[in-house]
C-alpha cells in the first residue's frame, strides 16, 4: 500500500511541477498541456481496461437486526 499512496503523491507533485516548468519555457502552452494531459489520461483507461481483471460479486449472508437468536447463540 506504500508504494501504492507513494505513486500517487509523486504523480499529484511531479505533473503541476512539470507543467509549470514547462510553461515558463514556453515549450508549451495551456491548450498543448491539456491535450496532452487527456492523451495521458485516455492511455491510462486503456491500459487498466486491458489489464484490470473485473471484479466479481461475493455472495452476502446477512442476518435480520430482529433475529435475536443470531446474537446471543454463539
Given at each position: 500500500?506504500?508504494?501504492?499512496?507513494?505513486?500517487?503523491?509523486?504523480?499529484?507533485?511531479?505533473?503541476?511541477?512539470?507543467?509549470?516548468?514547462l510553461?515558463?519555457?514556453?515549450?508549451?502552452?495551456?491548450?498543448?498541456?491539456?491535450?496532452?494531459?487527456?492523451?495521458?489520461?485516455?492511455?491510462?483507461?486503456?491500459?487498466?481496461?486491458?489489464?484490470?481483471?473485473?471484479?466479481?460479486?461475493?455472495?452476502?449472508?446477512?442476518?435480520?437486526?430482529?433475529?435475536?437468536?443470531?446474537?446471543?447463540?454463539?
Amino acid at each position: 500500500m506504500g508504494i501504492y499512496n507513494a505513486a500517487i503523491h509523486f504523480g499529484l507533485t511531479l505533473g503541476p511541477v512539470l507543467g509549470v516548468v514547462l510553461a515558463k519555457a514556453k515549450v508549451l502552452t495551456g491548450n498543448a498541456v491539456f491535450l496532452i494531459y487527456s492523451f495521458g489520461c485516455l492511455a491510462g483507461a486503456v491500459v487498466i481496461s486491458l489489464f484490470v481483471e473485473p471484479l466479481r460479486k461475493k455472495e452476502v449472508t446477512r442476518t435480520s437486526l430482529f433475529d435475536l437468536d443470531a446474537y446471543f447463540s454463539a
